[in-house]
């Protein structure tokens, strides 16, 4: 049962707690605020417990300190958030997180939890009591503070951790969670392990990845991540980033990877199963790694040697590739989706060997996860409803690559989209404005007005400031924002800085208001609301449809 925060004299370790889940919480209305401009979430009033200093000399001084901590910790333990729009309770303030180690250990089936250990480095920006982190799904065995047992309780999904004496701004702690980490589906929820046919891969995209492992699940708070997942003689273990170590021993290997760049929560990936990780070089040397079930290793190959290529038509429009490597993950598993995990993107197998889709459908899905490693890995969103920054600029790219490989052309696509906006708007909210997520389904931000109708911000602005502005709008945004977070407004000021004018008055319109604008050059297009109004071809891939199109790129 779970254990109640205190003031430990002689910290003793809490029995094991499993992690709950509860309700979310009511969302606010997707309005515009009165600047126009998104505000960026922090830290509400409550979100921090007041507490005494650990380092005082005097006798009234630790008297005191000790009064504080006692009404502190007496105090209920609440579920935390940085306030985003969309997800409200995720992220958690008064910290920053600079690395995370996650140990898994596979124990050769899919069906059971995994053991694992997560030790979180983190920077205090605030003195904090309690230590909140995002976690809902596993067994919590024990928890450790700087080294020392501290004790810890469940709040909603949150982890709500009582160090003894409390932790002081400006310092760095580390923490280590022992855990489970459940593969089977949490009930109500969309997210985390994605059960494969030999075994299992990870899709944490929108606030799943505290399913799997303790963490500040939030894009927001971007860190760097070391893996070491230890499987039976037979299977394979791929995670993001590059090769750390194998080890060998007794019938067991530990595969051990490091990402040499930050990432957001929602974009690790850990792959473990009977595979085949398939090496090949990219332009200027890039190590590319593919990770395949081994029985279709030779039916995916064609598709897996066009990478090199996708990489240098990328490269050659918004700048070299940000990471240390790239692969595709094919999962044996019915995902309905292809995701852009950092490094390492993950696809359904069938995609590649089910007839039917032509070539430059399939294609266009590949280039828009890799057009994600710049847009949304790399320069991750700063909130949720930021998401548009990368799911726009994806589609965009996916759709200029399908036009090149004898796909619909942009303008056509740019007008169909057109035709549905104010309908997308309607249904989902303005680009920039999503509407919540629907109760139970978290992933429902994803919609057709963050895909095909973000792109379609982007080809107005193009229309706009004309197409050498634009592009260089495109390399200057992926090289000001590298490794880091980015909001609309920063979009709005970079393009109107490269425009040489203010684009608020133009952009916000399209990124906020409830109908369509008129399209620069094309005043003969319209929109509406009725629905129907083009072919859903002519559209797929670029709108997110759930239960709708055949592959649903994120």
Known sequence: MPTAPHVPTAPVPAAPVPAASVPAAPVPASDRPASGRPSVPGPSARALVPRGRRRRTSAALLASAVSVCLLAASAPATPLGIGDRLFPHLGNPGYDVASYDLALSYPGTNDKALQATTTIV????????????????????????DGAPAAFTTAGEDLVITPEGGLDAGERTRVTVRHTSDPAPAEGRDGGWVRTADGLAMANQADAAHLVFPC????????????????????????????????????????????LHPMATELAQVSIGRSTVLHRTGPQGLPLRDVVPTKHREGLEPWLARTPDQIAWMEARVGRYPFETYGLLMADASTGFALETQTLSLFERDLFTEP???AWYVESIMMHELAHQWFGNSVSPRTWSDLWLGEGHATWYEALYAQERSGPSLDARMKAAYEESDRWRAQGGPPAAPKAPEPGQKISIFRPNVYAGAALVLYALREEIGRTAFERLQRLWVTHHRNGTATTADFVRLASDVAGRDLTEFLEPWLYDSRTPPMPGHPDWKSTTEPGSRSTELLAPMAHRPGGSREQTR
């Open 122 to 145: 983190a920077r205090l920006t605030a003195d904090l009591d309690r230590i909140n982190l995002d976690f809902a799904h596993g067994t919590v065995r024990s928890v450790e503070v």
């Open 216 to 259: 500040n699940d939030h894009p927001s708070d971007k860190a760097m991540f070391t893996f070491r997942i230890t499987t039976p003689e037979g299977h394979t273990a791929v995670a993001n980033g590059r090769p750390a170590g194998v080890d060998r021993t007794r019938g067991a290997t530990t595969w051990t990877y490091r990402t």
């Open 356 to 358: 039917g889709a032509p």
